[in-house]
C-alpha cells in the first residue's frame, strides 16, 4: 500500500505540498484532482523521489516507493519517446537499465491488451498515431510488472473516442496486473467513472477525499461544488437528478 | 451579413487533408466543428478563416493554447498594440476596459510579460484580442483544453456573454461532444477531411446518423460508457 504520510514539500521559498496524507491500496485508483498549480505534478515528483519532502515519510508497504518500481505515464505521448530511435528502444531501455528479463509471452500479453501489434514497436514515435503512442507509453510503464503507476494526466492528448478506449485498456490492465493506479487528472468525468476515491487538491492541500458518487452529488467542501459544477458546465458531468 | 466560403480544400504533400468543403455563417450563430484528432477540423478552421479574411471580412482566430498567440518576450501592452496595429486601429481606439471586465482580466498587469500571468489569464487576453476589432466570426481552437476545469467554465461562460452582446458569430472547433453539447446549437461533424452531418446539435447527440457522429455521441460522457 502507498502511504503518503503529512508531507510538505518545498519549491524554493513557498510550499508546494501542505501536510499530505492519503493511503491508495494494491488494486485501486486515486484520482487526483484540482486547479493548475495546486501541487498535483509535485505530489508524482514526490512520489517518484524526484523531489524530497521537507516534512513526512512515502513509503510502500513500508519501504521506499523505488524498490516497489513505481512507473510513470506521462502526458504528452508522443514527446514521451526520443523521437530518433524505434519505439522498441525506449520500451526496453528502463527493463535493460534495471537488468531485469522480460519474456516474449509478457510482451505478448501486454500488447494484446493494449491493442497493439508488436510490429508496431519497431517503428519511430512521429510514424504511430497519438493514441497508439500512449499506448506504448502505457506498455512501457507495465513492461517492469510495476506495484504503482502514476499516470500524469494520460488521456488530455487523445480525443474523445480514443480517451475513453484507452481509459477501458488501462483499467482491464489493472484488474489483469492488480497495479495501484494514481490518476492526475483535469478530466472530472474521468475521475468519476474511473477511480474508488478522487482527492482533490487545492494550494497544496488535500481539500477533501471522497467517493466518485459523494464528488458527483454532494461534495461536502464549497470548492469541490466549484469544481463538480465547472465539470457540468463543460459537460464532463451531468447534472445530479 | 452571412460568411459564405465554397470550395475550400488543402492538399499536403500530394494528399488532400480537406476535400472541397463549402461553410455558410449567420450573425449570431454559434457552431461545433468536431470530429476525432486528424479529421480536418484545424484545416478547416484555417482555410476557412483565411478565405473570409481575404473577402475582407473581420475574422479572429483563437488558438488551443495562448502560447501560440503570445510572444514571451514581449509585454502583454506590447501584444495589445501590435493586434490594434493590426486591425488598422489607431491606440486606444479598441474598448480595452469593457472588453476587459466582460473577461474578468482588469487585474493583470499590462507591463508584465505573458508568463507573469496564469494560464486562464493569458487565455481570456487572447479572447479579448480577438474580440477587440468586433469581428463577423470567431473561430476558436480547442480554446479551454489547455485550462483547469474551473478556469475553463468560467472562460466559456464569460465568452458565451461578450458574443451575446454582440453580432459575432462563433466557431467552437473541439473534440468534445460534451462542451459543444452546452455552448452551440448547430453541429458540423467532420471525418477523414469531410464534413459527414450537419444538423443541430440536439440531433446530433439524440440521433446521429454519420458513424463518426455516433461514436461521437456514444463517447460524450464519461459516464455514458460501462467501465
Redesign the interface.
Known sequence: MLKVDHVSVKRGASVALKDVSFSLAAGKTLAVVGESGAGKSTLISAILGLLKPAQGSITWAGAPVRLCRPALVMQEPRSAFNPTLPLRHSVFEAVKARKLHVGDARLDRLCKGLELERDLLDRRPAAVSIGQAQRVGILRALIAAPSLVLFDEPLSALDAVTQKHTAKLIAQLQKEEGFAALIVTHDLGYAVAHADEIAVLKSGQIEEVSTPQDFAVAPKSAYCRVLRDAAIALGALEPAE | MTLSAHGLSVVRAGQAILYPTSVCVSPRDRIGLVG???SGKSTLGHALVDDLRMQGHVVAYVPQSPDEALDPLWSMAFHWREAEKALGLRPGAADRKTLFSALKIEGGDLRKRPWAW???MQQRFVIAMALMGRPNLVVLDEP??A????????T??LLDHCLRESDTAMILIT????????HVSQLMVMDGGRIVEQASTEDVLEHPKAPASK??SA?????A?P?
Not at chain 2, 147 to 154: G, H, M, N, R, T
Not at chain 2, 175 to 182: E, I, Q, T, V, Y
Open positions: 476525432a484528432s486528424g496564469s494560464r486562464g479551454t483544453s485550462l483547469d476545469p474551473v478556469v475553463a467554465a468560467a466559456m461562460q473534440h468534445d461532444l460534451g462542451l459543444a453539447a452546452r461514436a461521437l463517447h460524450r460522457n464519461w459516464l460508457l467501465c
